[in-house]
C-alpha cells in the first residue's frame, strides 16, 4: 500500500518540508512538500536521499557487544544492564566525574534525544559534557550570554527587506543560510534582492559559490575578521556614522566600545586582515548608509583562536548602525514557545575541568579537552562514555590523539546508525532511529525559524524492530543505574509506573513519552491570536503552518541583561581586542608556511552523509586545492600526491591547483576519511577521502569559546616521491 507523510527534513537547520511516499514501510521517494508554506523554496540532494540512510547496507539493526576483536547482536536488557554495571562501577571506584559523554549536532535535530541524554547525565551527576559546541557555535553563546544576557539569543535574519549583506565566513549558496537560524530558501531570496539592486558583500579567504556570486569579495587573511571588522567599527564610529539613537538608547557600554578603537589604528588593522585600507573603508561606509543591511557571521569567523572577538564585533555593527529589529536587519522572533525565558530557569553549571581549569561554555567542556581527560590519571578521570550522534575523531580537532585515548576507556557506547570512525573502541553499539522514523516537535528552536512557524515532525516509516530512540535509551540506563532521572527523586518510579499501567491495560499511549512534554510546553507556550497552540492545531497543519506574519518590536523585551540593554563592550572581549591588537602581526612559522582553509559541499553534510552512493557517485574527495602561484613555488602541478603537514599530523592527497584560495592558503574539505565499519559481518571498512582535521592541533584554543583553529591552522605541503 502506497502512502503520502508530509514532514520536514531533520538534517540542517533549513528543516525543509518534505513529501515522504512510502509503500510496505519503504520510503520509495522524497520530494519538496511545495505545500509548505515556510519552506516551499528549499530542498536539496540530502534530503532526497535521506532513504538510503535508513537502508544502510551497514546500518546497526540490534545492540551489539564486543567480544575480542567482533562484535555479537545482543537484546536491550543484556545492552542496559551491563552498561549501568559498568558504569556504576566506574562511578564507585571513584566519582561520578568518571561518566562522560560527547553528543555531536544531530542530537539537536531530535526533540527529545538532549533534553534525556540531560536527564541521565544530572542522574549520574557527571560535569565530563563534551559537546560539538566547541567545534561549531560556541563563539555564537558566548556572545550571545554577553551581550543579549541569553546564550539561546540568536536573531534571526530579514532577508526579504535588505539592501546590503555583509555576508562574514559563511558560504550560504552551499551551506543553505543556516548557524542558529532557519531561513529557508535565504540564499536564493538573497540574489532576488540582489536582482533588484541590493547588495551582497562576501568575506572569505576562498572564492567561494556564494563569493563568486557577490558585488565584492574581500579575500581576507583567515582568522583575521576580527581586525577587519574592528577598522570597520573604527571607520563609522570615527566618522560619525553610527545610529545615534540605537547607540543612546538600545547599546550600553559604548564608551567603551570607543576607547577600544581609539587604540586602534587602520593600516594596522588592514595590514593585519591583508585587505586594502580604502577597500574597508568604502564597505564600511556603504554598509553604515544602507537603508536596510545585516551583518551575517558565522563557522568562518568561529573556527579560529580569534573567533569569539570577530563574532563580537560582527553583532556590534549590527547595533550599532541600527541594523537590530529592523527591517532588512536581524530581528528576534519569539516563537511559540520562549525558550529563552525557560533555559533561564536552568542554573548554567560552572564547572571547571580538573586538568584546564576552564569552565563550562554552554554546558559543556571543550571537545579540545577530551583526551586528557580521558588518559590523565587522577580522581574524575573519564573512564566510560557515551558518544550520542557523533563522529569527533574527525570532526574535532587531533583526531589520532581523540583515537587513542577512546581506546583507553574501560566503557565505550555508541549511539548512532553505523559504526563510524569515532566508534571504532565501542564496547557496545546502540541502534539510533532515523528522522524519518520518529516524530520531534522541534518546540525550543522555535525561535530560529525567519517567521512564526509550528511544524510537527511527522513520523514516516516504523524503525527496525531492535532501533530506539535515545531518549528511551537514556530513560532506561537511569533506571537500571538506579540514580533519579533528571537528578529528581521520583521520577523513575512514576515512569516505571506509567509503564506498568500501559503493559496492563495493553494502552501502549498511557506509557511516559516525550509526547507528554511536548503537549506540556504547547500549553504553557505563547500566545497567537489570543490562544495558546494546542496539540490539535499541531497535528492538523501537516504541511506546517505560518502562524502571523514577521513581528518586529520583541528584541528589547527578550533581552536578558540587567539592564535590558544591549552591551556593546563586554570587558573580556575587550580585554582581549586589546591582546590581540598588541599581537604580532600574524605571520605563519617557517616550516608551517601555508594556512589550512575547509570547504562543504552541498551533497555532504559533516562527516556523515558522504559515503552514500546516491550523492557522491564519484565517492573521492581527497584533494588539496592549491592557488597556481603556491604551487608554482612548491613546485606542484595539479594531480601530484603531496603531503600535507602540521605539527601534529600528516596526511597525503592529491593536488588541485586552481586559484579558488587566496596565496597562502589552501583547502581541504572536512568531514571525510571517516571509515564505515560493518559490525555484522566484520568485512573490510569503507573510507572515501582524507581526514583533514588530523592537523589541528587541539592543544590551541580561542580562550572566551574553547574552538581551536579548525580552518586556519598552519600546515606545510610537499610533493610525495
Ligand atoms: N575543520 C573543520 N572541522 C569541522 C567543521 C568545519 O567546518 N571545518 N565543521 C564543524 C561543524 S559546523 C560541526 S556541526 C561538527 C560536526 O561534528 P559531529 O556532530 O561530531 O559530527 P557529524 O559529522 O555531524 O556526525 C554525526 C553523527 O551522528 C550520527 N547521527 C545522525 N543522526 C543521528 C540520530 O538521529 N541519532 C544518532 N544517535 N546518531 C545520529 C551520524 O551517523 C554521525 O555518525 O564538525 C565540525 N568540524
Ligand atoms: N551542504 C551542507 N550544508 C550544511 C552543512 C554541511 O556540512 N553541508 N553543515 C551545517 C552546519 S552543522 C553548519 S554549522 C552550517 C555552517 O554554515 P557556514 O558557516 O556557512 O559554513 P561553510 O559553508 O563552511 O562556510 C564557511 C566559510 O567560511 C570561510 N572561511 C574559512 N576561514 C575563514 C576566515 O578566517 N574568515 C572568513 N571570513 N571566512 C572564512 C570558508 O572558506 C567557507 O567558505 O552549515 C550547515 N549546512
Ligand atoms: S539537508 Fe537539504 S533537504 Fe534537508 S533540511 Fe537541509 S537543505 Fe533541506
Ligand atoms: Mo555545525
Given at each position: 500500500?502506497?502512502?503520502?507523510?508530509?514532514?520536514?527534513?531533520?538534517?540542517?537547520?533549513?528543516?525543509?518540508?518534505?513529501?515522504?511516499?512510502?509503500?510496505?514501510?519503504?520510503?520509495?521517494?522524497?520530494?519538496?512538500?511545495?505545500?509548505?508554506?515556510?519552506?516551499?523554496?528549499?530542498?536539496?540532494?540530502?534530503?532526497?536521499?535521506?532513504?538510503?540512510?535508513?537502508?544502510?547496507?551497514?546500518?546497526?539493526?540490534?545492540?551489539?557487544?564486543?567480544?575480542?576483536?567482533?562484535y555479537v547482536e545482543a537484546t536491550w536488557e543484556e545492552a542496559v544492564s551491563d552498561i549501568a554495571a559498568r558504569m556504576n562501577a566506574v562511578i564507585d571506584a571513584d566519582c561520578p566525574d568518571a561518566v562522560g559523554v560527547y553528543y555531536g549536532n544531530p542530537a539537536g535535530f531530535s526533540s527529545s534525544n538532549v533534553i534525556f541524554?540531560n536527564g541521565w547525565l544530572d542522574a549520574v551527576g557527571t560535569h565530563s559534557r563534551y559537546s560539538v559546541g566547541s567545534i561549531d557555535q560556541n563563539a555564537m553563546h558566548v556572545v550571545a550570554t554577553a551581550m543579549y544576557g541569553s546564550m539561546l539569543m540568536a536573531p534571526v535574519s530579514d532577508i526579504d527587506n535588505c539592501d546590503?549583506?555583509?555576508?562574514?565566513?559563511?558560504?550560504?549558496?552551499?551551506?543553505?543560510?543556516?548557524?542558529?537560524?532557519?531561513?529557508?530558501?535565504?540564499?536564493?531570496?538573497?540574489?532576488?534582492?540582489?536582482?533588484?539592486?541590493?547588495?551582497?558583500?562576501?568575506?572569505?579567504?576562498?572564492?567561494?559559490?556564494?563569493?563568486?556570486?557577490?558585488?565584492?569579495?574581500?579575500?581576507?587573511?583567515?582568522?583575521?575578521?576580527?581586525?577587519?571588522?574592528?577598522?570597520?567599527?573604527?571607520?563609522?564610529?570615527?566618522?560619525?556614522?553610527?545610529?545615534?539613537?540605537?547607540?543612546?538608547?538600545?547599546?550600553?557600554?559604548?564608551?567603551?566600545?570607543?576607547?577600544?578603537?581609539?587604540?586602534?589604528?587602520?593600516?594596522?588593522?588592514?595590514?593585519?586582515?591583508?585587505?586594502?585600507?580604502?577597500?574597508?573603508?568604502?564597505?564600511?561606509?556603504?554598509?553604515?548608509?544602507?537603508?536596510?543591511?545585516?551583518?551575517?557571521?558565522?563557522?568562518?569567523?568561529?573556527?579560529?583562536?580569534?573567533?569569539?572577538?570577530?563574532?563580537?564585533?560582527?553583532?556590534?555593527?549590527?547595533?550599532?548602525?541600527?541594523?537590530?529589529?529592523?527591517?532588512?536587519?536581524?530581528?528576534?522572533?519569539?516563537?511559540?514557545?520562549?525558550?529563552?525565558?525557560?533555559?533561564?530557569?536552568?542554573?548554567?553549571?560552572?564547572?571547571?575541568?580538573?586538568?584546564?581549569?576552564?569552565?563550562?561554555?554552554?554546558?559543556?567542556?571543550?571537545?579540545?579537552?577530551?583526551?586528557?581527560?580521558?588518559?590523565?590519571?587522577?580522581?574524575?578521570?573519564?573512564?566510560?562514555?557515551?558518544?550520542?550522534?557523533?563522529?569527533?575523531?574527525?570532526?574535532?580537532?587531533?583526531?589520532?590523539?581523540?583515537?587513542?585515548?577512546?581506546?583507553?576507556?574501560?566503557?565505550?557506547?555508541?549511539?548512532?546508525?553505523?559504526?563510524?570512525?569515532?566508534?571504532?573502541?565501542?564496547?557496545?553499539?546502540?541502534?539510533?532511529?532515523?528522522?524519518?522514523?520518529r516524530d520531534d516537535l522541534l518546540a525550543f528552536t522555535s525561535n530560529m525559524h525567519d517567521e512564526p512557524y509550528v511544524h510537527y515532525g511527522a513520523q514516516a516509516v516504523e524503525p527496525p524492530p531492535h532501533a530506539r530512540q535515545e531518549w528511551q535509551i537514556f530513560t532506561d540506563l537511569a533506571i537500571a543505574m538506579n540514580r533519579?532521572?533528571?537528578?529528581?527523586?521520583?521520577?523513575?518510579?512514576?515512569?516505571?509506573?506509567?509503564?506498568?499501567?500501559?503493559?496492563?491495560?495493553?494502552?501502549?499511549?498511557?506509557?511516559?513519552?516525550?509526547?507528554?512534554?511536548?503537549?506540556?510546553?504547547?500549553?504553557?507556550?505563547?500566545?497567537?491570536?489570543?490562544?495558546?497552540?494546542?496539540?490539535?492545531?499541531?497535528?492538523?497543519?501537516?504541511?506546517?503552518?505560518?502562524?502571523?506574519?514577521?513581528?518586529?518590536?520583541?528584541?528589547?523585551?527578550?533581552?536578558?541583561?540587567?539592564?535590558?540593554?544591549?552591551?556593546?563592550?563586554?570587558?573580556?572581549?575587550?580585554?582581549?581586542?586589546?591582546?590581540?591588537?598588541?599581537?604580532?602581526?600574524?605571520?605563519?612559522?617557517?616550516?608551517?608556511?601555508?594556512?589550512?582553509?575547509?570547504?562543504?559541499?552541498?551533497?555532504?553534510?559533516?562527516?556523515?552523509?558522504?559515503?552514500?552512493?546516491?550523492?557522491?557517485?564519484?565517492?573521492?574527495?581527497?584533494?588539496?586545492?592549491?592557488?597556481?602561484?603556491?604551487?608554482?613555488?612548491?613546485?606542484?602541478?595539479?594531480?601530484?600526491?603531496?603531503?600535507?603537514?602540521?605539527?601534529?599530523?600528516?596526511?597525503?592527497?592529491?593536488?588541485?591547483?586552481?586559484?579558488?584560495?587566496?596565496?597562502?592558503?589552501?583547502?581541504?574539505?572536512?568531514?571525510?576519511?571517516?571509515?564505515?565499519?560493518?559490525?555484522?559481518?566484520?568485512?573490510?571498512?569503507?573510507?572515501?577521502?582524507?581526514?583533514?582535521?588530523?592537523?589541528?592541533?587541539?592543544?590551541?584554543?580561542?580562550?572566551?569559546?574553547?574552538?581551536?583553529?579548525?580552518?586556519?591552522?598552519?600546515?606545510?605541503?610537499?610533493?610525495?616521491?
Amino acid at each position: 500500500m502506497t502512502r503520502t507523510v508530509h514532514t520536514f527534513c531533520r538534517y540542517c537547520l533549513a528543516s525543509c518540508g518534505v513529501e515522504v511516499t512510502v509503500e510496505d514501510n519503504r520510503v520509495v521517494r522524497i520530494s519538496p512538500d511545495k505545500q509548505n508554506p515556510h519552506s516551499w523554496r528549499d530542498f536539496c540532494a540530502k534530503g532526497r536521499t535521506a532513504g538510503q540512510l535508513v537502508e544502510h547496507p551497514r546500518r546497526i539493526l540490534a545492540p551489539m557487544r564486543r567480544v575480542g576483536d567482533a562484535y555479537v547482536e545482543a537484546t536491550w536488557e543484556e545492552a542496559v544492564s551491563d552498561i549501568a554495571a559498568r558504569m556504576n562501577a566506574v562511578i564507585d571506584a571513584d566519582c561520578p566525574d568518571a561518566v562522560g559523554v560527547y553528543y555531536g549536532n544531530p542530537a539537536g535535530f531530535s526533540s527529545s534525544n538532549v533534553i534525556f541524554m540531560n536527564g541521565w547525565l544530572d542522574a549520574v551527576g557527571t560535569h565530563s559534557r563534551y559537546s560539538v559546541g566547541s567545534i561549531d557555535q560556541n563563539a555564537m553563546h558566548v556572545v550571545a550570554t554577553a551581550m543579549y544576557g541569553s546564550m539561546l539569543m540568536a536573531p534571526v535574519s530579514d532577508i526579504d527587506n535588505c539592501d546590503y549583506f555583509l555576508l562574514v565566513g559563511t558560504n550560504p549558496a552551499v551551506s543553505a543560510w543556516n548557524w542558529l537560524e532557519t531561513v529557508p530558501g535565504g540564499w536564493r531570496r538573497a540574489l532576488a534582492r540582489q536582482a533588484q539592486g541590493a547588495t551582497i558583500t562576501v568575506v572569505d579567504p576562498l572564492r567561494t559559490e556564494s563569493a563568486a556570486k557577490a558585488d565584492v569579495h574581500l579575500a581576507v587573511r583567515p582568522a583575521q575578521d576580527w581586525a577587519l571588522l574592528l577598522a570597520m567599527v573604527k571607520v563609522i564610529l570615527d566618522e560619525g556614522r553610527e545610529h545615534a539613537q540605537d547607540c543612546a538608547d538600545l547599546a550600553s557600554g559604548l564608551d567603551g566600545l570607543r576607547a577600544l578603537v581609539a587604540e586602534a589604528d587602520v593600516d594596522d588593522l588592514a595590514r593585519r586582515c591583508d585587505l586594502p585600507r580604502a577597500q574597508i573603508e568604502s564597505v564600511a561606509r556603504d554598509f553604515a548608509s544602507a537603508r536596510a543591511a545585516m551583518v551575517v557571521t558565522r563557522t568562518g569567523v568561529s573556527m579560529h583562536l580569534t573567533g569569539t572577538v570577530a563574532e563580537w564585533l560582527g553583532h556590534v555593527l549590527n547595533v550599532i548602525t541600527g541594523r537590530m529589529d529592523r527591517p532588512g536587519g536581524r530581528r528576534f522572533e519569539p516563537g511559540y514557545v520562549d525558550a529563552i525565558r525557560m533555559s533561564g530557569m536552568v542554573t548554567a553549571s560552572t564547572h571547571r575541568n580538573r586538568l584546564s581549569g576552564r569552565a563550562m561554555v554552554a554546558g559543556a567542556h571543550a571537545l579540545a579537552e577530551l583526551p586528557d581527560e580521558i588518559t590523565t590519571a587522577g580522581s574524575g578521570q573519564i573512564r566510560a562514555m557515551v558518544i550520542n550522534c557523533g563522529n569527533p575523531v574527525v570532526s574535532g580537532p587531533d583526531g589520532a590523539k581523540l583515537d587513542a585515548a577512546l581506546s583507553q576507556l574501560d566503557l565505550l557506547v555508541a549511539v548512532d546508525f553505523v559504526q563510524r570512525e569515532s566508534h571504532r573502541h565501542a564496547h557496545w553499539l546502540l541502534p539510533a532511529v532515523h528522522w524519518l522514523e520518529r516524530d520531534d516537535l522541534l518546540a525550543f528552536t522555535s525561535n530560529m525559524h525567519d517567521e512564526p512557524y509550528v511544524h510537527y515532525g511527522a513520523q514516516a516509516v516504523e524503525p527496525p524492530p531492535h532501533a530506539r530512540q535515545e531518549w528511551q535509551i537514556f530513560t532506561d540506563l537511569a533506571i537500571a543505574m538506579n540514580r533519579p532521572l533528571f537528578g529528581a527523586r521520583g521520577v523513575n518510579a512514576f515512569i516505571k509506573a506509567t509503564r506498568r499501567a500501559a503493559e496492563l491495560t495493553r494502552l501502549p499511549g498511557l506509557a511516559f513519552s516525550p509526547r507528554w512534554i511536548d503537549r506540556l510546553v504547547l500549553a504553557t507556550g505563547r500566545k497567537f491570536n489570543g490562544r495558546r497552540l494546542t496539540w490539535r492545531d499541531v497535528v492538523s497543519h501537516p504541511h506546517g503552518w505560518v502562524l502571523g506574519p514577521r513581528e518586529f518590536g520583541h528584541f528589547r523585551t527578550a533581552l536578558r541583561t540587567p539592564d535590558k540593554k544591549v552591551h556593546v563592550a563586554p570587558a573580556q572581549f575587550v580585554a582581549r581586542a586589546r591582546e590581540l591588537l598588541a599581537g604580532p602581526m600574524p605571520h605563519p612559522p617557517a616550516d608551517y608556511p601555508m594556512q589550512l582553509a575547509n570547504r562543504r559541499h552541498r551533497h555532504s553534510m559533516n562527516s556523515w552523509l558522504n559515503e552514500l552512493p546516491g550523492l557522491h557517485p564519484s565517492g573521492k574527495r581527497s584533494e588539496v586545492v592549491i592557488h597556481p602561484d603556491d604551487a608554482a613555488e612548491l613546485g606542484v602541478a595539479d594531480g601530484d600526491r603531496v603531503r600535507v603537514s602540521s605539527r601534529v599530523g600528516e596526511i597525503e592527497l592529491t593536488a588541485s591547483i586552481d586559484d579558488l584560495p587566496r596565496r597562502g592558503v589552501v583547502v581541504i574539505d572536512h568531514g571525510w576519511g571517516s571509515r564505515v565499519f560493518d559490525p555484522r559481518t566484520g568485512a573490510a571498512p569503507v573510507s572515501h577521502g582524507v581526514n583533514r582535521n588530523l592537523l589541528v592541533d587541539g592543544a590551541a584554543v580561542d580562550p572566551l569559546s574553547q574552538t581551536p583553529a579548525l580552518s586556519s591552522s598552519y600546515v606545510a605541503v610537499a610533493r610525495v616521491g
